[in-house]
C-alpha cells in the first residue's frame, strides 16, 4: 500500500510539473512564501525602496520616501522596515496585517491612497502572515519620512469593516489563482481599470487601461489588458503577455513604461505568469 501510494504521488506530481499547475510546495515555510511574493508579482518595493537615477538605492530597500504625485494628492511611501523609530519594528504582526489589508496604523489613522486596499483586503492569512514574516528581516534602516499630503481629499472613516479569515486560493485552478495573482496580490487589474467619478469601474471597464500615473518619466496611461484584438492584447500570444510583463515590451519591441514593476515581476514562476494570462485570456473584450 505505502508503494502504491508513494507511486501515485510520484505520478501525481510529474502531472502538475507538466501541466504548470502548482500547489504550496512542501515545507514551504513563510519565508520562503513572502520572499517569493516581494520579491515577485507584490512587489511592494516598486513604491517602498527610493530609487535613484540608477534605479534603487543601495542599502535602502523598503526605507521608504519615494514621492508619488497625483492631481488630487502627494503620497510619500512609508518605511516599512524593521527600524523601531521610522519604521515598522514597534508595530506588532498583527497591526501589521492590519495596516496592509485595512489601511490602519496602530495610532488609528487611515493610511491613504495609492495602497490598493481594496485589493490587499482580499490577500490570505497565510501570504499576509508571509509578507510580515518576510519585512521582519529586512535590514532596519533610520529614514524619517514625511506623512502624504491629501489636501482636501477626504478620507473616509475606514476603508471597510474588519477583515475576517481570508482561505488560500487554490494554485490547481490557473484561472481562479492568475485573478488571486493580478487581484489581491498585484493589483494589476486595479491599475489596468480607469476610474469614473472617482471610483474605479470594475463593474463595466475592467481592465480596459486608461487609469494615469504621474512620475519623473511624465504621465503614463495604463493599458488595455482585455482580450481586444487591437486595444488589447488579444493578437499577442501568451510569451508575448508574458514578455511584457516581466521585460515591459510589447511585441513589436516598442517599450512599455512605469511605474510597471518589470523587475519584479521577472522573477515570478512560470508557472504563475501562465496563471496570469489565463486569468486575462477571461476578462469580457473591451475597447479603449
Given amino acids: 500500500m505505502k508503494l502504491l501510494k508513494r507511486a501515485y504521488a510520484r505520478t501525481l ?141 477626504p478620507l473616509p472613516p475606514a476603508w471597510g469593516p474588519p477583515v475576517g479569515s481570508v482561505a488560500d486560493v487554490p494554485r490547481d485552478d490557473p484561472v481562479r489563482y492568475g485573478a488571486y495573482l493580478a487581484g489581491p496580490l498585484g493589483h494589476c487589474i486595479e491599475c489596468h481599470t480607469p476610474m469614473v467619478r472617482g471610483r474605479f469601474d470594475f463593474e463595466n471597464r475592467l481592465g480596459a487601461g486608461g487609469f494615469k500615473f504621474h512620475g519623473p518619466w511624465g504621465v503614463s496611461v495604463s493599458a488595455n489588458i482585455t482580450p481586444h484584438p487591437q486595444d488589447g492584447i488579444g493578437a499577442y500570444s501568451d510569451a508575448e503577455v508574458k514578455t511584457a510583463i516581466t521585460r515591459g515590451v510589447r511585441p513589436d519591441d516598442s517599450p512599455l513604461m512605469p511605474p510597471m514593476g518589470y523587475a519584479y515581476y521577472r522573477n515570478m514562476s512560470d508557472a504563475d505568469l501562465g496563471a496570469i494570462v489565463a486569468y486575462l485570456r477571461t476578462l469580457r473584450t473591451l475597447p479603449d
Fill in 13 to 153: 506530481a510529474a502531472v502538475l510539473l507538466l501541466t504548470g499547475l502548482a500547489w504550496p510546495a512542501a515545507g514551504e515555510t513563510l519565508l520562503e512564501r513572502g520572499t517569493y511574493l516581494m520579491r515577485g508579482i507584490v512587489a511592494c518595493g516598486n513604491c517602498h525602496t527610493p530609487q535613484g537615477p540608477n534605479g534603487p538605492l543601495p542599502g535602502m530597500e523598503l526605507a521608504g520616501g519615494l514621492v508619488i504625485e497625483d492631481e488630487a494628492f502627494t503620497a510619500i511611501a512609508s518605511n516599512i522596515t524593521p527600524d523601531p523609530d521610522t519604521g515598522i519594528g514597534a508595530w506588532s504582526d498583527g497591526e501589521l496585517i492590519t495596516a496592509i489589508r485595512e489601511g490602519r496604523r496602530p495610532d488609528g489613522s487611515l493610511i491613504g491612497p495609492p495602497m490598493p486596499f481594496a485589493m490587499y483586503r482580499q490577500m490570505s492569512d497565510r501570504d499576509v502572515r508571509a509578507i510580515v514574516a518576510y519585512l521582519r528581516q529586512v535590514p532596519a534602516v533610520r529614514n524619517a519620512v514625511a506623512r502624504s499630503d491629501y489636501g482636501d481629499l
